[in-house]
């Protein structure tokens, strides 16, 4: 009987004390943590990609709330949506973002650009980059053993094995950019979705001269500047022999497309004829075709 | 007999061209003269289309501390500077000289007698090395007269030259030896002058017996020469590897030869050098192996640099019909080529015709951790655990586990029962890591 009240006043006592050492320890070593970390954080898709630039979704929680503005902080995968509430919780406005989508700037399928050799080794496109230019003729163009897709956190990239390029579904596409950086030819861009997921963009970035690049592949970007000339917002540069347009000029007129004698400028989800262009883009549509059926044979 | 403490591997020799005697290559109608023929950055061209050249006329200049001058290998007029695809399909600056006659430069001694003495200064010895354009012919292409400058504070103890050849198939070193043995003694006295060391290590590997027996005997003549006969096993012609089979000393990572005191050059280099030296003839020509199992007539081959590779395929009897790989370089770490109209240059010392059945890559199969690769490793690295972190991206665990010292010899891939491409990986990371590590320097 004896024991057993010793044994509970003993224990009793060294619960109390431990009790105390721990709560003087948890108030003396306590680290304080904002709260609104927390909340911004359950708003966040928690994919971790580091699309945003930070390192996964608490470090860029951290930098919302320690930031004096949302400017130059979006979450891709989330988008204008997450921001806006993220902004509410912090008593912010958000700033306002277009939605992007990742590009692949090749069209070297396997009819454009035929195979010069045959490479045997592991098949990742990187270590064929610190090989040599590639199994075709083009050493600018898509290698096509899909480290961008291998890359992609979201199912969102997958090569087409008949044309041996990289497709983007642009349903999923977060526009996180893994695929930019594990491209190691650069020919992965983000650029604005655009209205109605309308976008133009080059599909080629072959810096060679034209008739070098062209004997590459049949589609690629012979830096002849047409392009350049047609386009009235003066969206469209031509650097190194190849043509760039600029998105955030770019207002879709689509004139550019018409006039490229290799079709290397493509055009997404447009409705078959635009009325406006209707008059003006069939006859040189005609032409550019003619030209490339004369210049293949 | 010596040889190197860690790792290495023993490939078939295979060197089935030993012994050809070297023959000239014809000609080219038109040379295309690299520019980027060296580590490190590009010479600048001093002439200009129309320019008439003559043989071992200056063409272009070092562009900066660690590059090389570039000379005519012909004689000519200059027809375009220009950019032409390499043997990998990369692009690359070029002069194209239409090649009209077979003029000299004066200065040029062409004569075949030997000249013994060299009066220069040590400093004027380098001068005139970097001028004539030379660099290591092993393989790295590095400037030679960056070699022989030690940094301040650093001192040559002893000069090894590298006779190894211990990639299979090459032969063009060996036969070097067998025909320009005493060119090589009096090179190797002027590089002894120039970098100021009175003992010299040739090392050779005992598959050449003969050329081992033939320096031997001239190098009984010449003071303070020593010929070190070395035990069979690649990569002994690796740098830091040669020194440890000579002289026993290890280079620390990171670290440069001089570093225990050790300057190395290649057979090669050394008669190149003799050629600059006492005959004033600036790098222009060298000798490349062409060979294969297949191969009708493989020898070895004096070519001037700017001659298409494929007038060296055609001397040797063609492509053999089942050809699957032309190789650049040797069997281990000779490059595989998508386009033979390359021309000949600086860096390329053989051209190996790989049979298909022997060229193409098994199925690699998953690691049995046999630790096959860590035991081959000459450089005492574990290249099973770098290929993952390279698969993974773990860029920074690489550089913890030394992945900088890798010297790319293939011996891992070579020794591999799995057949797992280790050395694809090894050499993405290196290359990655590599970047990342300039980078931050350049920050700094």
Not at chain 1, 9 to 29: D, E, N, R
Not at chain 2, 31 to 53: D, F, R, S
């Amino acid at each position: 009987m004896n024991l057993i009240v010793v044994s509970l006043i003993t224990l009793g006592i060294t619960g109390c004390l431990a009790a105390i050492i721990l709560y003087v320890a948890a108030q003396k070593f306590k680290v304080f943590e904002d709260p609104r970390i927390e909340q911004v954080e359950v708003l966040l898709p928690g994919a971790n990609c580091g699309g945003c630039g930070f390192a996964g979704c608490r470090n860029f929680a951290e930098s919302c709330v320690k930031a004096e503005s949302m400017e130059g902080l979006l979450c891709p995968v989330g988008g204008q949506p997450t921001m806006e509430k993220v902004a509410e919780v912090l008593g912010r406005t958000a700033a306002a973002a277009d939605p992007m989508v990742a590009v692949v700037r090749c069209n070297g399928t396997c009819t454009n650009r035929p195979k010069t050799s045959q490479f045997n080794g592991t098949k990742n496109c990187q270590i064929v980059s610190n090989l040599y230019g590639g199994e075709t003729g083009c050493s600018f163009g898509c290698i096509g053993f899909g480290d961008c897709a291998t890359a992609c956190k979201f199912d969102a990239l997958h090569i087409n094995p008949e044309s041996g390029l990289p497709e983007v579904d642009e349903e999923k596409c977060t526009a996180c950019g893994a695929c930019v950086k594990a491209c190691p030819k650069q020919i992965i861009e983000l650029r604005k979705k655009g209205p109605k997921s309308r976008r133009i963009f080059v599909s080629c970035v072959n810096k060679d001269k034209g008739g070098v690049a062209r004997k590459a592949c049949s589609a690629a970007c012979i830096g002849c500047g047409k392009c350049a000339k047609e386009c009235p917002f003066e969206a469209i540069t031509v650097e190194n022999n190849v043509a760039y347009i600029d998105f955030t000029k770019c207002r879709l007129c689509r004139k550019c497309v018409a006039v490229c004698p290799t079709g290397a400028i493509h055009e997404v989800n447009f409705p078959a004829r635009a009325p406006q262009v209707e008059k003006e883009a069939t006859t040189p549509n005609n032409v550019a075709k003619t030209t490339e059926e004369t210049t293949n044979n | 007999m010596k040889t190197f403490r860690i790792g290495g591997v023993h490939p078939h020799e295979n060197k089935i061209s030993a012994g050809q005697k070297i023959q000239n290559a014809p000609l080219p109608n038109q040379a295309i003269v690299l520019l980027a023929q060296h580590l490190g950055a590009p010479a600048t061209p001093i002439v200009e289309k129309g320019t008439e050249v003559k043989v071992g006329q200056l063409i272009a200049t070092a562009s900066g501390f660690i590059s090389a001058n570039v000379h005519s290998p012909v004689s000519g007029k200059v027809a375009k500077i220009d950019t032409i695809v390499d043997g990998w399909g990369m692009k690359t600056p070029a002069v194209f000289i239409d090649v009209e006659g077979d003029e000299w430069m004066e200065n040029i001694d062409r004569s075949s007698d030997i000249k013994p003495v060299c009066k220069l200064e040590p400093a004027d010895i380098v001068k005139k090395i970097g001028e004539a354009g030379i660099v290591g012919l092993g393989g790295a292409c590095f400037p030679t007269h960056v070699k022989l400058s030690p940094p301040p504070g650093k001192k040559a103890e002893v000069l090894i030259i590298n006779a190894v050849e211990c990639e299979p198939y090459l032969t063009c070193d060996h036969q070097l030896m067998m025909e320009h043995g005493e060119e090589i003694m009096i090179g190797i006295g002027i590089i002894m002058k120039a970098i100021g060391v009175n003992k010299t290590i040739v090392g050779i590997e005992n598959n050449k017996p003969d050329a081992i027996a033939h320096m031997k005997a001239l190098a009984s003549k010449v003071m303070g020469v020593e010929v070190t006969p070395l035990k069979l096993k690649y990569p002994q012609g690796g740098e830091k590897q040669l020194i440890d089979a000579c002289i026993g000393r290890q280079v620390p990572s990171g670290a440069l030869p001089i570093e225990v005191g050790a300057v190395v050059q290649n057979v090669a280099t050394v008669y190149a050098i003799y050629e600059a030296v006492q005959k004033n003839k600036p790098l222009i020509e060298r000798v490349v192996t062409v060979t294969g199992k297949a191969v009708q007539t493989p020898g070895n081959f004096r070519v001037r640099f700017g001659t298409p590779l494929s007038t060296l395929l055609d001397m040797a009897g063609g492509i053999p019909e089942n050809t699957g790989k032309i190789i650049a370089g040797g069997p281990m770490m000779g490059r595989a080529m998508s386009n033979i109209n390359m021309p000949a240059n600086k860096r390329i010392s053989g051209l190996l015709m790989l049979p298909s059945e022997e060229s193409i890559r098994q199925e690699p199969q998953n690691c049995i951790r046999c630790a096959k690769c860590i035991g081959a490793c000459p450089m005492g690295l574990e290249p099973y655990l770098l290929a993952k972190q390279a698969e993974l991206g773990l860029w920074d665990e690489m550089e913890q586990h030394h992945i900088m010292d890798c010297i790319e010899c293939g011996c891992c891939l070579f020794t591999c029962p799995s057949r797992r491409p280790l050395l694809d990986y090894v050499r993405m990371g290196k290359n990655k890591v590599g970047g990342i590590i300039r980078a931050r320097n350049m920050k700094k």
